[in-house]
């Protein structure tokens, strides 16, 4: 699986004419994981980790970034316009929680941003079905990334 965010920028590269830049210069420097888990019959939860900046990224807190609403989406305005590497210029931000943290965008509840149902029963009908799906797709993103079982997580 191709990087997202490493096949975003090249796809804006093209069409501007331009060579695609990263925070440091260099596509390949820009550490990121992306996936999609179903928490429910119908419901897919979508997640997008940036890795910390530093060689040893699994001694790094893991901050898992919920955009407010409820409703928006983290991987969208969360990543690009407040916390992520680049800026909604596609720009590097001076001041990335990466420089400090791993940052997982997650897009709570389904439906959000790049979160889906495939059918209309998918949709979470109230608080505690958003938080049990919540629960399922941070089970399922350790049991995937499992150097992050022992961080020090934050949301």
């Given at each position: 699986?191709?990087?997202?965010l490493t096949s ?38 979508f997640w997008w ?107």
């Amino acid at each position: 699986m191709q990087p997202l965010l490493t096949s975003f920028l090249r796809a804006c590269a093209v069409l501007l004419g331009g060579q695609p830049q990263g925070p440091t210069g260099c596509l390949a420097e820009i550490r990121e994981a992306w996936s999609y888990v179903k928490v429910r019959e119908h419901a897919y939860m979508f997640w997008w980790l940036m890795f910390a900046d530093t060689p040893e990224y699994q001694a790094a807190p893991l901050i898992i970034w919920l955009q407010g609403g409820p409703g928006a989406s983290s991987a969208g305005f969360g990543n690009f316009a407040e916390i992520g590497p680049l800026d909604v210029q596609l720009l590097p931000r001076n001041h990335s929680w990466v420089r400090f943290a791993n940052l997982l965008f997650v897009d709570n509840p389904v439906g959000s941003g790049y979160s889906f149902v495939t059918n209309e029963t998918g949709f979470a009908v109230n608080n505690s079905q958003i938080a049990s799906d919540l629960v399922t797709m941070i089970s399922v993103f350790l049991a995937k990334m499992p150097e992050f079982q022992a961080s020090h997580a934050c949301a």
